[in-house]
T-cell receptor, first 115, second 111 residues
């Protein structure tokens, strides 16, 4: 069984400040981990993913995340927030089985950027 | 290249009715998954189909069913609609592992 916990349903940061969104996972098998962003009334867009290899992964729009197996964490960061980063962010986990790739999502974190 | 497309965009039904939602995957993708996103929550997995076979089913009642066609497009059917079925229904496609690409969703309102 897999699960994801996102700490903080709402996060507010000032424009130009560091963005840190927290995600912890639970998985009985080696996980694939993802961060998706959702803008109002839209679908989900992939920011970045960890499958295998390098534990620090870089994504689009300046975001990055680090897979820490010992802490079962996959926190999302961005050095300098921009107004356009305001959105809902979802962390998700799946197994690594081809053809069986159910995504289990966290409850989401709404990011607000303060001008 | 076209992304994942879903139809219709919005749908209003009344309790007890039936609904069919449609999804066309990205060209070359053989896997289609369906998710339900209730307002204020994360998406919940409903089904995954790969090469026209069901590969996974989430914790949803038998009123929910799906199928995948030879061209890899997919339909999600919901019978005997309840108010609680009101949600954004998302379709995602992939090669079978790794990144799933999501469509814009179908917003279903049950009155």
């Amino acid at each position: 069984a897999q699960s994801v916990t996102q700490l903080g349903s709402h996060v507010s940061v000032s424009e130009g400040a560091l963005v840190l969104l927290r995600c912890n996972y639970s998985s009985s098998v080696p996980p694939y981990l993802f961060w998706y962003v959702q803008y109002p009334n839209q679908g989900l867009q992939l920011l970045l993913k960890y499958t295998t290899g390098a534990t620090l992964v870089k994504g689009i729009n300046g975001f990055e995340a680090e897979f820490k197996k010992s802490e079962t964490s996959f926190h999302l960061t961005k050095p300098s927030a921009h107004m356009s980063d305001a959105a809902e962010y979802f962390c998700a986990v799946s197994g690594a089985n081809f053809g069986n790739e159910k995504l289990t999502f966290g409850t989401g974190t709404r990011l607000t950027i303060i001008p | 290249d076209a992304g994942v497309t879903q139809s219709p965009t919005h749908l209003i039904k009344t309790r007890g009715q039936h609904v069919t939602l449609r999804c066309s995957p990205i060209s070359g993708h053989k896997s289609v998954s369906w998710y339900q996103q209730v307002l204020g929550q994360g998406p919940q997995f409903i089904f995954q189909y790969y090469e026209k076979e069901e590969r996974g089913r989430g914790n949803f009642p038998d009123r929910f069913s799906a199928r995948q066609f030879p061209n890899y497009s997919s339909e999600l059917n919901v019978n005997a609609l309840l108010l609680g079925d009101s949600a954004l229904y998302l379709c995602a496609s992939s090669f079978g592992l790794g990144e799933q690409f999501f469509g814009p969703g179908t917003r279903l309102t049950v009155l």
